[in-house]
Nanobody, 125 residues
Framework: QVQLVESGGGSVQPGGSLRVSCAAS????????VGWFRQAPGKEREGVAI???????TYADSVKGRFTISRDNAKNMLYLQMDSLKYEDTAMYYC???????????????????WGQGTQVTVSS
């Protein structure tokens, strides 16, 4: 049974930093494309960042240079370091895994098989 559990969300001021984490079980994150997505109220879910099995990273234009996706294979953990946060980064953040196809071919638009329950990130002064 594949499970993904996010943590680390919270409230932060504009310009601040936050790191969210995703604990995976039931499979090894090093063997699949994994990523972070977000959904703000009234908006569609959007891809934020993905990391492929060989370590290639792809970011949404809106977060390039500010967010960093990483993973710890030994701990089976996925992370998203968010710096220079803006009001528009406020959303529920979800981690996801593309286990069946393993590769995302560098795209944030492919379908993912498993999702976590989400962790709220709020950027507010």
């Amino acid at each position: 049974q594949v499970q993904l559990v996010e943590s680390g969300g919270g409230s932060v001021q504009p310009g601040g930093s936050l790191r969210v984490s995703c604990a995976a079980s039931g499979y090894y994150i090093s063997t699949a494309c994994v990523g972070w997505f977000r959904q703000a109220p009234g908006k569609e879910r959007e891809g934020v960042a993905i990391i492929e099995t060989l370590g290639t990273r792809t970011y949404a234009d809106s977060v390039k240079g500010r967010f960093t996706i990483s993973r710890d294979n030994a701990k089976n953990m996925l992370y998203l370091q968010m710096d220079s946060l803006k009001y528009e980064d406020t959303a529920m953040y979800y981690c996801a895994a593309r286990v069946s196809h393993r590769s995302c071919s560098g795209s944030l638009l492919v379908q993912f098989d498993y999702w976590g329950q989400g962790t709220q990130v709020t950027v507010s002064s």
